[in-house]
């Protein structure tokens, strides 16, 4: 169940980020992050009250809110990064987050097994290499760059901090739920701000892109609880690699819908990812 739940958070962050590269390209990324994220919070709203699982309150919560903090930020930046682009680039070098969960995992006493390690390596060698060939280039490339690399340390946390907000499913709903309320609230807070001092455009939504950020948001919050249903089950070393696959989805959809070309060495490097997730799910 661990790699089944850890491969579906992959294939839905995988979707959202590709959704989120496309609308920045049109909107500002602070208003995609808040009115996506916004979304996503009634609808998980909805689920608490269905679900009763306000009874789930308690001191764990607190995790939850600081992945509300941190999430904003990884999200905000990863996002203009998707917008300089190309998706099959940038994408990749925003799974390098899996770094922390892993450590924490690690510090926590797992061990996997020699199969599991070397499918760990495989695969973090593998989404590395299909991000590693334009490294060089132009000022917006080297911004790309570190924009993804805030990111992804902003995603591990937010990994590790929501793995460890509930243990069960009604609680987890109220982690996802207060997580998104923290990240409305911390996003509009700056969004404000930014309006106020005029780097950021009023907010300017058409009818017809709701559809594209409801989509965005609701499949990033249906990714986190995924995640932590599959670091619930298994090892998090083993969760947090699976599920940081989701770079191979970015880059397949952007050649798909925008064909985008991926070199050799990318090819080659989303070719290792899907052997050690091989190595990993047999181990």
Known sequence: MTALFALATSLLWGLADFGGGLLTRRTPALTVVVVSQSIATVVL???????????????????????????????????????????????????????????????????????????????????????????????????AVLLTLLAAFGFGAVMALIAEASTTLTGLFLALFVQRVTNVAAGGAALHVAVRRGTEAPPKIAWGSLPALAFVGLADVAANGTYALAAQNGPVTVAAVLASLYPVVTALAARGFLSERLRGLQAAGAGLALVGTVLLATG
């Open 45 to 143: 709203g909805a689920i608490v009250v269905a679900t009763g699982a306000w009874s789930e309150t308690g001191p764990q919560l607190w995790f939850a809110v600081a992945a509300g903090l941190v999430g904003p930020v990884a999200m905000l930046a990863f996002y203009k990064a998707l917008a300089l682009g190309p998706m099959g680039v940038v994408s990749p070098l925003g799974s390098l987050g899996v770094a922390v969960p892993v450590a924490v995992g690690l510090v926590l006493g797992e061990r996997p097994g020699l199969l599991q390690f070397a499918g760990i390596a495989v695969a973090v060698v593998g989404v590395v290499l299909a991000g590693g060939p334009q490294f060089k280039g132009a000022p917006v490339q080297r911004q």
